[in-house]
């Protein structure tokens, strides 16, 4: 993996943010795109620009292919049984709230548990919030260790024989942690409830494999793994995705429409309502196969490098906090004593350096660690050690701005 070729395929970083070269380490919020998804992207638009499935034109056969091509990438990506367990949504909120609305929606009933964890990102706590309103289901959460871990005791003593529903984040935006998802997988399914599994900061870093993980569940978005925006996957094992009914109804999802009553295509286009996302389709499959060209493994041994080297330079600076395990993906989360973290991230754009400042859409963490916000800088496949020299930079003369010395 060299990772001055990797950057060569990534146009966006060859620039200057306010007088100094781009250090872009929010990757964790969206990350960049490489020359072979832009020009996916660009040539869909130019040559074969056509809605799907319906036409038997040139254009539209190309459109399908390269949409349906997508989705068998995908297939592989994760190691799914079948393209019908694939379903194209608009990100992976989107995708927790199919699985919130439709199975939860149709399967949960009174004093039945929900079990999610203190470190969830919001998009995989409200949509639970919502359906515990309306089929009277109960919201239960996993503590955390001391050190933002989770414990399998922790998982046993909270998941019960009325657990129903187990969603837990694969890795935590916030915390880098890690999550034991195939154990807590077992877990689950020992006491008869399906595994939910937001894998938006997982898909992008390490290989994923969801048969081996054995979760009923996974969500992931495009736009986090080098993908267009706009585009996200849903993962459901197809036995629950045939007696789930689709959230969104209308166009591209329909088999057979009546004057009162409707039939559904099979999976998993039952839940594709109208247009789907043609381009985002085939710009993820352009990255998908950009990532895998590169090797998951050598990304995910890239990014440890990175976040042990983050680690062990910013633990030397004086009144600087980190939070979360020593054990941790490619994230690191940060608060200077007396320094709100907007003003952190504020100087440190002054320095060409772009870092993540705020909830991270994590409030009930944010309260677990006694915190309003924090900073966060996040590493991917195409940040180097240097770039990292200079976010300590760029923190010390943080500290040296506010008189924090």
């Known amino acids: 993996m060299d990772i001055h070729d990797i950057r060569k395929q990534f146009p966006i970083l060859d620039q200057q943010v306010n007088g100094h070269d781009l250090v872009y380490l929010d990757s964790a919020a969206s990350s960049q795109k490489p020359l072979p998804v832009i020009e996916a992207l660009t040539k869909y638009y130019r040559e074969y620009n056509s809605n799907v499935h319906r036409g038997v034109h040139t254009l539209g056969t190309k459109a399908t292919d390269g949409y349906e091509g997508a989705r068998e990438k995908v297939k592989r990506f994760i190691n799914a049984k079948s393209t019908e367990e694939v379903i194209f949504t608009r990100g992976a909120t989107t995708s927790l709230n199919v699985v919130a609305q439709s199975f939860g929606g149709g399967h949960l009933q009174e004093g039945d548990e929900i079990v999610i964890t ?44 009325n657990t129903k529903v187990v969603s837990v984040m694969h890795v935590s935006n916030v915390l ?103 381009a985002g389709a085939i710009g993820l499959g352009a990255a998908i196969d950009f990532l895998e060209d590169i090797g998951l493994d050598n990304i995910l041994d890239h990014e440890h490098k990175l976040a042990n080297y983050a680690l062990e330079r910013m633990s030397e600076i004086e009144g600087l906090t980190i939070y979360g395990p020593k054990e941790r993906a490619g994230v690191v989360t940060f608060n200077i004593d007396d320094v709100h973290p907007h003003d952190v991230a504020t100087v440190l754009d002054s320095e060409g350096i772009a870092v993540r400042a705020g909830h991270h859409c994590a409030q009930p963490l944010m309260k677990w660690l006694n915190v309003s916000a924090t900073a966060r800088a996040s590493f991917y496949l195409y940040n180097t050690e240097e770039e990292i020299d200079k976010l300590v930079a760029g923190i010390l003369k943080t500290k040296e701005f506010f008189g924090n010395v």
Request: proline share 5%.
């Open 118 to 161: 203190y470190m969830e990102h919001h998009a995989n706590i409200i949509p639970w919030q919502q359906v515990t309103k309306s089929t009277g289901a109960v919201l239960k959460y996993i503590p955390l260790q001391e050190d933002g871990t989770i414990s399998l005791e922790d998982v046993r003593a909270t998941v019960t024989s």
């Open 176 to 278: 880098g942690t890690v999550n034991p998802i195939k154990e807590i997988a077992k877990i689950a399914h020992e006491n008869g409830a399906v595994m939910v599994v937001d894998g938006a900061q997982s898909a992008p870093h390490l290989k994923v494999d969801v048969q081996d993980l054995d979760c009923d569940f996974f969500a992931f978005s495009s736009h986090k793994m080098c993908g267009p925006t706009g585009i996200g996957v849903l993962y459901g094992k197809k036995e629950l995705l045939e007696k789930m009914e689709p959230v969104e109804t209308g166009g591209e999802m329909i088999d057979f429409v009546g004057l009162y009553e409707s039939t559904w295509k099979e999976l998993p286009w039952k839940f594709e309502a109208g247009t789907p996302i043609i």
